[in-house]
């Protein structure tokens, strides 16, 4: 057997030939993400809360194209959604779970540091963002508004005033005639002004068939639009207004529906109740018809579900630093929400929850914040918020009562409930926030 010290140069050669490459390799990993968490521009190590951001190319890499698709990409992050457009977050443990579309979220979602505040931001385009910003916890101090639990931020890319333009243009296609566009056009007005525009388009078919009238179900087709304008008259002063539009529109995926009746005598508990997507059962419903089906793609539906989107916004951010020290900016935005939203169960008497939403959300939002220099032994922040949201909404939910349910009050009758809203909403939040920077431990 050779000695042990005859391994001695190999093994110092094979340590040196490796450990080396490895540390480059790990510092070419490291990537600095700047970050807008506390309302200044910096690094997001040097952010004293729990906090994390994904770039440009992570959301690239990573395939996010909704604004909901961050869930698989930041721990401790869930949805409550209660249908595929009305979506909200829960950042460790706390969040709100309702359908109703005029309850505050504890989770703030913001687009551009504007508040969206209804529930329907799920359905926006993510695309041409540079950044995407996670705060955990309660942010009251900086976001104002619905942050018990956090907040979420969706950070464009705004006009370059560089000559390197990032202009791209990118398309995929799939099965069920999936397809994606994208593309961005940076134009340089001058060496003061610049425009942005913007935008993304996603379509696919339908995977289940309604076969009441042939109709596809689970369609979407989905396009977002921005449009930028930055103004940098001094090294001082930013302008930068922008419009932004999606629409948002298609079908819910349905129901497989079972019976839940005997054959021959559907007031009685049916036992072979246990459906699949792939295996009908004996089961009927009060009208003794069998509604389920062995094959995937196969459902009765009805009614058409119907879930449209539109959303049309705007805002003007005003930036200007004082004496090369205190920074002012002024945000002024407003935001404009359609929604139209339908759910069926199939025509089974199974006790399913099934609403119907017709809602227009005008929102109008003026922030206003002085920020001290970025140096300096204490940094501190003073802010305005005030906000105002016109809701005007009618929800209608049925519920079918089982027919196989004991006797009793109610049996093979439908529960209806509906209500109204004419809503209007002001809210005005004021913020200080001192930071001793010599008390920060990284």
């Known amino acids: ?56 190319e992570q959301i690239q890499r990573l395939g996010i194209l909704r604004a909901d698709d961050i869930l698989s990409h930041f721990p401790n992050v869930t949805t409550n959604a209660s249908n595929e457009v009305n979506t909200g977050f829960t950042i460790r443990g706390v969040g709100t779970s309702n359908f109703h579309g005029n309850v505050a979220r504890a989770i703030g979602v913001y687009q551009d540091d504007v508040s969206i505040s209804n529930p329907f931001s799920g359905v926006l385009g993510v695309f041409d963002l540079d950044r995407i910003e996670l705060l955990r916890g309660p942010q009251n101090t900086l976001f104002g508004r619905n942050t018990t639990g956090g907040a979420i931020n969706y950070i464009s890319q705004k006009p370059s005033l560089e000559d390197d333009h990032t202009n791209f243009v ?99 508990p049916c036992t072979d109740n246990i459906g699949t997507f792939d295996r009908a059962t004996n ?106 949201e016109d809701l005007h909404q009618a929800t209608v939910v049925r519920r079918d009562v089982n027919p196989s349910a004991p006797a009793g009050p109610g049996i093979n009758a439908e529960v209806i409930s509906y209500n109204l809203l004419d809503q209007k909403d002001r809210d005005l939040s004021l913020s200080t926030d001192r930071l001793n920077m010599t008390s920060v431990i990284m």
């Open 1 to 56: 057997m050779p000695h042990p010290t005859n391994f001695t140069p190999v093994l110092l050669l094979f340590l040196l030939d490796n450990i080396a490459p490895a540390s480059a390799i790990e510092t070419e990993q490291i990537e600095e993400i700047t970050v807008t968490a506390q309302k200044r521009t910096e690094s997001a190590q040097d952010v004293p809360i729990s906090l994390q951001a994904l770039s440009n």
């Open 170 to 268: 990118q398309a995929s296609y799939g099965n069920y005639n999936s397809a994606r566009g994208e593309a961005a056009l940076n134009i340089k007005i001058s060496d003061t002004a610049a425009f942005r525009g913007s935008g993304v388009f996603n379509s696919r078919d339908g995977l289940f068939t309604n076969l009441v009238n042939g109709e596809k179900l689970g369609k979407r087709e989905n396009y977002s639009v921005r449009g930028q304008f930055l103004w940098n008259p001094t090294d001082s002063t930013e302008l930068l207004v922008n419009y932004h539009r999606t629409d948002s529109s298609g079908t819910n995926k349905g129901t497989k529906a079972n019976g839940l009746g005997e054959p021959n005598n559907p007031s009685q």
């Open 283 to 388: 089961c009927v419903i009060v009208t003794n018809f069998n509604p389920s089906r062995n094959n995937f793609h196969d459902v009765y539906l009805a009614v058409a579900p119907r879930q449209d989107i539109e959303i049309d916004g705007a805002f003007l951010k005003l930036s200007h630093v004082f004496n090369n020290r205190f920074e002012v900016t002024s945000i002024t935005s407003i935001e404009k929400t359609n929604v139209a939203l339908g759910e069926d169960n199939g025509g089974a008497d199974v006790l399913i929850f099934n609403p119907m939403q017709s809602a227009n959300y005008d929102q109008f939002t003026q922030e206003l914040r002085l920020l001290s220099p970025a140096s300096g032994k204490f940094r501190w922040l003073i802010g305005g918020l005030y906000l105002e």
